[in-house]
T-cell receptor, first 113, second 118 residues
């Protein structure tokens, strides 16, 4: 299994508070992604990174920001959490040098009350 | 934009039997990648199988195989000798090939919930 961890694994927060989710990899892969999973929608891309300090928006980026200051860490921030951001968040990594396949972390369940 | 459709929200199969999950997609690309991911109750997303569109041969991984019909834009997953551990959500996904910094985005279907019955 790819070495990907996410923290925290579960979080409950209140509307209007800032939240940061962390994705950490030990594979030295260049590409990292954040997805959210909601019932009836499958997984949808929020943001992705193609290198340190290089990021771009995905399909559902409104209300989210990301940062990548080191190869191994990719942070997802909800500046002011809303109830519509209650979801399960997955980080994924890939390394195009060897494969285009994305490997996923264990997920973070976020509840915004 | 690409779309991926899984028309079977739920399916069930008897243990040791064979089941086929359907997936269709819409794209104007000629080269791309297709994937099946499995999500068991543990929530972990696990790669089952992948197919490169330029390869005519259908991919196979042990009990899992695909029927890739490029002209029909169809990518079905066949699970042979179903086991209780195959009970999971199965997601079909599409990826464009490299074309600059905006590449490698996976587009997922909504999933098929498969139950293997003892």
């Amino acid at each position: 299994d790819a070495g990907i961890t996410q923290s925290p694994r579960h979080k409950v927060t209140e509307t209007g508070t800032p939240v940061t989710l962390r994705c950490h990899q030990t594979e030295n892969h260049r590409y990292m992604y954040w997805y959210r999973q909601d019932p009836g929608h499958g997984l949808r891309l929020i943001h992705y990174s193609y290198g340190v300090k290089d990021t771009d928006k995905g399909e559902v980026s409104d209300g989210y920001s990301v940062s990548r200051s080191k190869t191994e860490d990719f942070l997802l921030t909800l500046e002011s959490a809303t109830s519509s951001q209650t979801s399960v968040y997955f980080c994924a990594i890939s390394d195009r040098v060897s494969t285009d396949t994305q490997y996923f972390g264990p997920g973070t369940r976020l509840t915004v009350l | 934009a690409q779309t991926v459709t899984q028309s079977q929200p739920e399916m069930s199969v008897q243990e040791a039997e064979t089941v086929t999950l359907s997936c269709t997609y819409d794209t104007s690309e000629s080269n791309y990648y297709l994937f099946w991911y499995k999500q068991p109750p543990s929530r972990q997303m696990i790669l089952v199988i992948r197919q490169e569109a330029y390869k005519q041969q259908n991919a196979t991984e042990n009990r899992f195989s695909v029927n890739f019909q490029k002209a029909a834009k169809s990518f079905s997953l066949k699970i042979s000798d179903s086991q209780l551990g195959d009970t999971a959500m199965y997601f079909c996904a599409f990826m464009k090939p490299y074309s600059g910094a905006g590449s490698y985005q996976l587009t997922f279907g909504k999933g098929t919930k498969l139950s293997v019955i003892p």
